[in-house]
């Protein structure tokens, strides 16, 4: 069984920055791609961003020049650093992994409970 655990959210004002991690544990084989994705209050779960096992990354349009995702491969973990927020990204964001574990031996999509980022004065 793999559990995804984040940390790091919470409430800050306009402007301000934030760092989410999620840590992944349990019997890994192998981690993949990573990324965190956001749903906001009465809509969908969107990509915010993506990372692969190589350090190659992808952003939502919305969260570019102003977010970083990172990952630290020997602590299976994912990190987003968030700068310069806005009240429109406001949401829970939720952590998500591609693992393989002892298990399966074959890769299966993991998820966290998410955290709760809120971005008001």
């Known amino acids: 069984q793999v559990q995804l655990v984040e940390s790091g959210g919470g409430l800050v004002q306009p402007g301000g920055s934030l760092r989410l991690s999620c840590a992944a544990s349990?019997?890994?084989?192998?981690?993949?791609?990573m990324g965190w994705y956001r749903q906001a209050p009465g809509k969908q779960r969107d990509l915010v961003a993506t990372?692969?096992?190589?350090?190659?990354?992808n952003y939502a349009d919305s969260v570019k020049g102003r977010f970083t995702i990172s990952r630290d491969n020997a602590k299976n973990t994912v990190y987003l650093q968030m700068n310069t927020l806005k009240p429109e990204d406001t949401a829970v964001y939720y952590c998500?992994?591609?693992?393989?574990?002892?298990?399966?031996?074959?890769?299966?999509?993991?998820w966290g409970k998410g955290t709760l980022v809120t971005v008001s004065s």
């Open positions: 998500n992994a591609n693992v393989v574990s002892y298990s399966t031996y074959y890769a299966v999509n993991y």
């Open positions: 349990g019997n890994i084989l192998r981690i993949n791609d």
């Open positions: 990372i692969t096992s190589g350090g190659s990354t």
